[in-house]
């Protein structure tokens, strides 16, 4: 079974610092999602990577994909109160999306 | 788009009785959907996966007498706890996804509070 670990658990930032989240694995990666998730709600996907050395950007947030496939990691530039929430890293393997021990960050005004 | 719609939102139901839960893909037809279970701060756990028309394939530990999942339809997968306990109450959440993209899409979840 494969394992992801995320890392840090929790984190707490002042507005406007950057962050970054990791995600690593036990094994390779066949593809790799993030998710956000809000108290009360379902999560939200963010972006997925395929490729070894895969960046992706999505406004302030900088997604990328280990080399070898078996990390990756999330970075926040200037952070805003909106970027609170519990951030999941996802793999789909035979047919089963598996998560992430997940990341709780806390921006704080 | 790729909306999926849980409902209910949240339930209160009695030690002994049984709680369904519903779970549509509204825009996309659902090959494959995941039902999953969230204890507070903590991340999504799989209980189960379900194709349409096949059983549903159950995580270790899960007990599949008490957790009843039917997957009928492309767009329709429910989730049926029975005889809850209180210890059954949680954050569950499904997500679906249609065979095609890689990425699966999620209900806004359930809370069950079992008194």
């Known amino acids: 079974t494969q394992l992801l670990e995320q890392s840090p658990q929790f984190l707490s930032i002042q507005e406007g610092e950057n962050l970054t989240v990791y995600c690593n694995s036990s094994?390779?990666?066949?593809?790799l999602q993030w998710y956000r998730q809000e108290p009360g709600e379902g999560p939200v996907l963010l972006v997925t990577v395929v490729t070894g050395g895969e960046v992706k950007k999505l406004k302030r947030l900088t997604f990328q994909f280990g080399d070898a496939r078996k990390d990756s990691s999330l970075h926040i530039t200037a952070a805003q109160p909106g970027d609170t929430g519990l951030y999941l890293c996802?793999?789909?393997?035979?047919?089963?999306?598996?998560f992430g021990t997940g990341t709780r960050l806390t921006i704080i005004p | 788009g790729a909306v999926v719609s849980q409902h209910p939102s949240w339930v209160i139901c009695k030690s002994g009785t049984s709680v369904k839960i519903e779970c549509r893909s509204l825009?996309?037809?659902?090959?494959?959907m995941f039902w999953y279970r969230q204890f507070p701060k903590q991340s999504l756990m799989l209980m189960a996966t379900s194709n349409e028309g096949s059983k549903a394939t159950y995580e270790q530990g899960v007990e599949k007498d008490k957790f009843l999942i039917n997957h009928a339809s492309l767009t329709l997968s429910t989730l049926t706890v029975t005889s809850a306990h209180p210890e059954d109450s949680s954050f569950y959440i499904c997500s679906a996804r249609d065979g095609v993209r890689v990425e699966a899409f999620f209900g806004q979840g359930t809370r069950l509070t079992v008194v």
């Open positions: 996802a793999e789909s393997m035979a047919q089963k999306l598996t």
């Open positions: 825009d996309f037809q659902a090959t494959t």
């Open positions: 094994s390779v990666f066949s593809s």
